[in-house]
């Protein structure tokens, strides 16, 4: 018998930083309602908008570089990313209708509501894959598509087009990276400059807080919907990007590479970052916001520490499991089968 192949080892560090960038996505969504009271929130909330997002989409970008569109990856796509964005849009609306009291508000699949925006971005960066790979120059082209999305207000919200457009340079730019690139970021000179390069930036935001519409980092309006002249969107694009490659930079200097408590939670990311969203959207609907003492800094604190833990536990396996037929539903039944496949197992059978 031929030996069985040796099962490939997930990476802590990869893990590791998917842990933490999801914990602080949650953190961003818990610090938005203190913005307004509190400057020392805007700054934190713009800074970390201005990364989270981004590391997180350079490292989905990174593992797909395999993708070829064949028969089996194109299957996990649509079992991984095209039917949870199905169930999730559909299990968002229902609860808008709920919790929101909006009983009439529509079901729509090209209208991606609240985080379901994710996963029509990485079904579609994924698909596109094969040809970022033959491109001589693939993160140029995609920079001058998000400047010309950026400056074009006709795109619409269908499937959520500018996000899609506007956040892909990060994704090719995952694509480009080799493992040597995340050594060079790792070594102890990296992380040592990255500390006064994060508070530089605190700096700056905690200076264009009151300043700056928050809204360029959501990256889902173009510069004239936001009320700013149209090249100021191909600037704000291009300076952006610089400034969220950079603290991505730092934020992967940051990340350890050994295997900690946590670094299991790395898989269950998608479903914290899912899940989270219900909890995140009910404080508003719900007026959680409404209490007083949760704008004071021990409230402040207590929303930071509620959500780290919040979306620590829904990453654990137990709520995986809970959730996998959403998240990873088997559906061997909606396929037809590889004849490839067929033909090995039958070869292997005769012998």
Same mark, same amino acid.
């Given at each position: 018998?031929?030996?069985?192949?040796?099962?490939?080892?997930?990476?802590?560090?990869?893990?590791?930083?998917?842990?933490?960038?999801?914990?602080?996505?949650?953190?961003?969504?818990?610090?938005?309602?203190?913005?307004?009271?509190?400057?020392?929130?805007?700054?934190?909330?713009?800074?970390?908008?201005?990364?989270?997002?981004?590391?997180?989409?350079?490292?989905?970008?990174?593992?797909?570089?395999?993708?070829?569109?064949?028969?089996?990856?194109?299957?996990?796509?649509?079992?991984?990313?095209?039917?949870?964005?199905?169930?999730?849009?559909?299990?968002?609306?229902?609860?808008?209708?709920?919790?929101?009291?909006?009983?009439?508000?529509?079901?729509?699949?090209?209208?991606?509501?609240?985080?379901?925006?994710?996963?029509?971005?990485?079904?579609?960066?994924? +698909?596109?894959? *094969?040809? #970022?790979?033959?491109?001589?120059?693939? !993160?140029?082209?995609?920079?001058?598509? %998000? &400047? @010309?999305?950026?400056?074009?207000?006709?795109?619409?919200?269908?499937?959520?087009?500018?996000?899609?457009?506007?956040?892909?340079?990060?994704?090719?730019?995952?694509?480009?990276?080799?493992?040597?690139?995340?050594?060079?970021?790792?070594?102890?000179?990296?992380?040592?400059?990255?500390?006064?390069?994060?508070?530089?930036?605190?700096?700056?935001?905690?200076?264009?807080?009151?300043?700056?519409?928050?809204?360029?980092?959501?990256?889902?309006?173009?510069?004239?919907? +936001?009320?700013? *002249?149209? #090249?100021?969107?191909?600037?704000?694009? !291009?300076?952006?990007?610089?400034?969220? %490659? &950079? @603290?991505?930079?730092?934020?992967?200097?940051?990340?350890?590479?050994?295997?900690?408590?946590?670094?299991?939670?790395?898989?269950?990311?998608?479903?914290?970052?899912?899940?989270?969203?219900?909890?995140?959207?009910?404080?508003?609907?719900?007026?959680?916001?409404?209490?007083?003492?949760?704008?004071?800094?021990?409230?402040?604190?207590?929303?930071?520490?509620?959500?780290?833990?919040?979306?620590?536990?829904?990453?654990?396996?137990?709520?995986?499991?809970?959730?996998?037929?959403?998240?990873?539903?088997?559906?061997?039944?909606?396929?037809?089968?590889?004849?490839?496949?067929?033909?090995?197992?039958?070869?292997?059978?005769?012998?």
């Amino acid at each position: 018998m031929a030996p069985k192949p040796p099962v490939k080892r997930r990476d802590s560090f990869f893990d590791n930083a998917k842990y933490l960038a999801i914990v602080l996505v949650a953190m961003g969504h818990a610090w938005e309602p203190l913005r307004g009271d509190s400057r020392a929130a805007a700054a934190l909330y713009i800074t970390v908008y201005t990364f989270h997002m981004p590391a997180f989409i350079v490292i989905s970008g990174y593992f797909s570089r395999s993708f070829d569109a064949s028969p089996g990856r194109l299957k996990r796509l649509v079992t991984g990313i095209a039917v949870p964005y199905v169930i999730f849009e559909v299990a968002y609306t229902f609860f808008k209708r709920w919790a929101g009291d909006d009983p009439t508000y529509p079901i729509s699949l090209l209208d991606p509501w609240y985080l379901t925006w994710f996963l029509v971005a990485l079904f579609v960066w994924r +698909l596109t894959t *094969p040809l #970022w790979k033959v491109v001589r120059r693939p !993160l140029p082209i995609a920079l001058a598509i %998000a &400047v @010309l999305a950026s400056v074009s207000p006709d795109i619409g919200d269908d499937l959520d087009l500018q996000r899609v457009l506007q956040f892909l340079p990060f994704f090719v730019l995952g694509l480009c990276l080799k493992p040597e690139h995340f050594q060079i970021v790792r070594r102890r000179e990296a992380r040592i400059l990255a500390l006064p390069v994060f508070a530089a930036a605190l700096l700056f935001a905690y200076w264009a807080a009151p300043r700056m519409n928050a809204a360029w980092f959501y990256r889902r309006d173009s510069a004239q919907e +936001l009320a700013a *002249p149209g #090249w100021s969107g191909a600037v704000m694009t !291009l300076g952006m990007f610089g400034c969220s %490659a &950079v @603290l991505v930079a730092c934020f992967f200097a940051w990340v350890p590479g050994r295997r900690l408590w946590f670094t299991a939670l790395g898989a269950g990311t998608l479903y914290g970052y899912l899940l989270h969203g219900f909890i995140a959207k009910g404080s508003r609907f719900w007026d959680w916001y409404e209490l007083d003492w949760l704008h004071t800094p021990l409230g402040e604190i207590t929303v930071t520490l509620g959500a780290a833990t919040l979306i620590t536990v829904l990453c654990t396996p137990p709520v995986q499991r809970l959730f996998r037929f959403a998240m990873e539903p088997d559906m061997e039944w909606a396929f037809k089968k590889d004849a490839q496949a067929v033909a090995r197992g039958r070869g292997a059978h005769r012998r």
